[in-house]
């Protein structure tokens, strides 16, 4: 595709809900990253992916999050028991090389717990 | 760790002002750094970077310059556009290593230009 894909753009969960996320990076890029978005804030870094395997998963803020990119392709996070503090943007990117400079962003999941 | 602290906004300004969104970081080793802009409703763009020290990143005449002194790294703009309204973000990586080119991300600082 021409760019970073996620889906779905919005959604609601009621508290204690599992959520999935999807993300699409662009085709042939070895990196992915995900990261979390807080209203009025800047992205955090949550974890990476280097084709399938996940080398940094330091930003993962509790163990109810998980994520996988099993062909070294399409990328999910799950958040399992999503509680309210879990609402935010959450924004997949990726990059052709490894420790490459550019990102490529895309157009984030906007996830709001009820 | 790696820190980037941006001016508070919002800021407003009139279209042909001239524009300075300062930010300032503190990071291990050399980082790159970054200017990323998020446009109302589409995801982050890459607006410019600088690898190391001195050098200067620009494009759409925005420009900023690598001071490692001063551990700065200023987005300036001469005339700015109602078209340059959005909210940019200050970041840096340190590429090598385990550090995988992750992005450490300021605040964000929102622009908005008045006709």
């Known amino acids: 595709g021409a760019g970073v894909s996620q889906s779905p753009r919005y959604k609601v969960a009621k508290r204690g809900q599992d959520v999935a996320l999807r993300c699409d990076p662009i085709s042939g890029h070895v990196s992915l990253f995900w990261y979390q978005q807080a209203l009025g804030q800047g992205p955090e870094f949550l974890t990476y992916?280097?084709?399938?395997?996940?080398?940094?998963k330091s930003g993962l803020p509790s163990d109810r999050f998980f994520a996988e990119r099993p062909e070294g392709s399409v990328s999910t996070l799950k958040i399992q028991r999503t509680q309210q503090e879990d609402s935010a943007v959450y924004l997949c990117?990726?990059?052709?090389?490894?420790?490459?400079?550019?990102?490529?962003f895309g157009p984030g999941t906007r996830l709001l717990v009820l | 760790g790696n820190s980037v602290t941006q001016m508070e906004g919002p800021v407003t300004l009139s279209e042909e002002a001239f524009l300075t969104i300062n930010c300032t970081y503190t990071a291990t080793g050399y980082p790159s750094l970054f200017w990323y802009v998020q446009y109302p409703g589409e995801g982050l763009q890459l607006l410019l970077k600088?690898?190391?020290?001195?050098d200067k990143g620009s494009n759409k005449g925005f420009e900023a310059t690598y001071r490692k002194e001063t551990t700065s790294f200023h987005l300036e703009k001469g005339s700015v556009q109602v078209s340059d309204s959005a909210v940019y973000f200050c970041?840096?990586?340190?590429?090598?290593?385990?550090?995988?080119?992750?992005?450490?991300f300021g605040q964000g600082t929102i622009l908005t230009v008045h006709p």
């Open positions: 992916f280097q084709n399938e395997a996940q080398l940094d």
């Open positions: 600088a690898t190391k020290a001195d």
């Open positions: 990117a990726s990059s052709l090389l490894a420790g490459s400079e550019t990102q490529y």
């Open positions: 970041a840096l990586s340190n590429a090598g290593g385990t550090s995988y080119g992750k992005l450490t």
